[in-house]
């Protein structure tokens, strides 16, 4: 398994753009990596953009706090108010939201290997649970991922202002220790989401779209590769779990491949199906990668 994280401060380095399904000189592997790269581009340019006036307020928040620790009650208000004011415009809005965004960061796991590698790897671990051998089994099972995850975490508008307000007033009451007790959760309460992109499916989806073009310029060996290519990776997706509620079962996708198979090895009137099969995936992808984990 290989592992990148990339934060949000380097999105704007990535500059390059990935071609794949434009010629047919590519091999598997170099659609595959495309595909990977093209997934991390995504990935980056859907990151929700980081609202500055939390972080900044968070910055006066922590000041605040600061402030306290020195017996410094006046400073401390002082930037309590700033902090709010902060969010004055956002707290105003008529649909104000729950969240405000305050990082994020791109993490990359690709598992290189086969159906009969994860199954293998499964067998292994449920042995070793057997044994007892628990943190060896959860130190492998870890391994049991190729996805793109898109994590973001956000400042709770529910909660933060009003420890804001409460913090102020114990300030205010002569009760420093309370305050700070406030400001101290207000700073570690966030709320931390990840959107899973599964890099199996990225992958069947460019190959089917090399395997497309191929297939157009009646090159029906090279187009068979790339789909027997595509079906293993959605074997892959499927041994490792990446499941939803679509109706585009992984049955279906396979189905479709092979329909597709056969009109190329008779007539080769495989568009319409090649056309029906994208529909399919990006269909089943849409449900899968809507999928989120806090």
């Given at each position: 398994?290989?592992?990148?994280?990339?934060?949000?401060?380097?999105?704007?380095?990535?500059?390059?753009?990935?071609?794949?399904?434009?010629?047919?000189?590519?091999?598997v592997n170099e659609v595959n990596r495309g595909a990977?790269?093209?997934?991390?581009?995504?990935?980056?340019?859907?990151?929700?953009?980081?609202?500055?006036?939390?972080?900044?307020?968070?910055?006066?928040?922590?000041?605040?706090?600061?402030?306290?620790?020195?017996?410094?009650?006046?400073?401390?208000?002082?930037?309590?108010?700033?902090?709010?004011?902060?969010?004055?415009?956002?707290?105003?809005?008529?649909?104000?939201?729950?969240?405000?965004?305050?990082?994020?960061?791109v993490s990359i796991h690709e598992f290189i290997g086969?159906?009969?590698?994860?199954?293998?790897?499964?067998?292994?671990?449920?042995?070793?649970?057997?044994?007892?051998?628990?943190?060896?089994?959860?130190?492998?099972?870890?391994?049991?991922?190729?996805?793109?995850?898109?994590?973001?975490?956000?400042?709770?508008?529910?909660?933060?202002?009003?420890?804001?307000?409460?913090?102020?007033?114990?300030?205010?009451?002569?009760?420093?220790?309370?305050?700070?007790?406030?400001?101290?959760?207000?700073?570690?309460?966030?709320?931390?989401?990840?959107?899973?992109?599964?890099?199996?499916?990225?992958?069947?989806?460019?190959?089917?779209?090399?395997?497309?073009?191929?297939?157009?310029?009646?090159?029906?060996?090279?187009?068979?590769?790339?789909?027997?290519?595509?079906?293993?990776?959605?074997?892959?997706?499927?041994?490792?779990?990446?499941?939803?509620?679509?109706?585009?079962?992984?049955?279906?996708?396979?189905?479709?491949?092979?329909?597709?198979?056969?009109?190329?090895?008779?007539?080769?009137?495989?568009?319409?199906?090649?056309?029906?099969?994208?529909?399919?995936?990006?269909?089943?992808?849409?449900?899968?990668?809507?999928?989120?984990?806090?």
């Amino acid at each position: 398994m290989k592992r990148t994280i990339i934060s949000s401060l380097l999105a704007s380095l990535l500059l390059s753009t990935a071609v794949v399904a434009k010629s047919d000189i590519k091999s598997v592997n170099e659609v595959n990596r495309g595909a990977i790269t093209k997934g991390a581009q995504n990935a980056l340019a859907s990151q929700t953009k980081l609202i500055q006036e939390a972080i900044t307020s968070l910055e006066f928040t922590n000041n605040a706090l600061i402030a306290l620790n020195k017996n410094d009650a006046k400073s401390a208000t002082k930037n309590i108010e700033k902090a709010l004011g902060k969010l004055e415009v956002i707290l105003s809005a008529k649909n104000s939201p729950k969240l405000l965004p305050i990082d994020s960061s791109v993490s990359i796991h690709e598992f290189i290997g086969s159906k009969k590698d994860v199954t293998k790897t499964v067998d292994t671990v449920k042995d070793l649970l057997d044994d007892n051998k628990v943190q060896v089994a959860r130190q492998l099972l870890s391994t049991l991922q190729s996805e793109i995850d898109v994590t973001v975490v956000s400042l709770p508008l529910v909660t933060y202002p009003d420890a804001l307000k409460l913090a102020a007033k114990y300030i205010h009451d002569g009760n420093t220790q309370e305050a700070k007790r406030v400001l101290e959760v207000a700073l570690s309460t966030f709320d931390k989401t990840t959107q899973v992109v599964p890099l199996p499916l990225l992958k069947a989806t460019d190959l089917i779209a090399v395997s497309a073009n191929l297939a157009k310029k009646s090159k029906k060996e090279e187009a068979l590769k790339y789909l027997s290519a595509a079906e293993n990776e959605l074997d892959v997706a499927e041994a490792l779990g990446y499941v939803s509620h679509s109706s585009s079962t992984y049955k279906s996708l396979h189905s479709a491949i092979g329909h597709i198979k056969k009109e190329i090895k008779g007539k080769n009137e495989a568009q319409k199906l090649f056309d029906e099969l994208k529909t399919k995936l990006k269909d089943f992808k849409n449900k899968v990668f809507s999928q989120k984990t806090k």
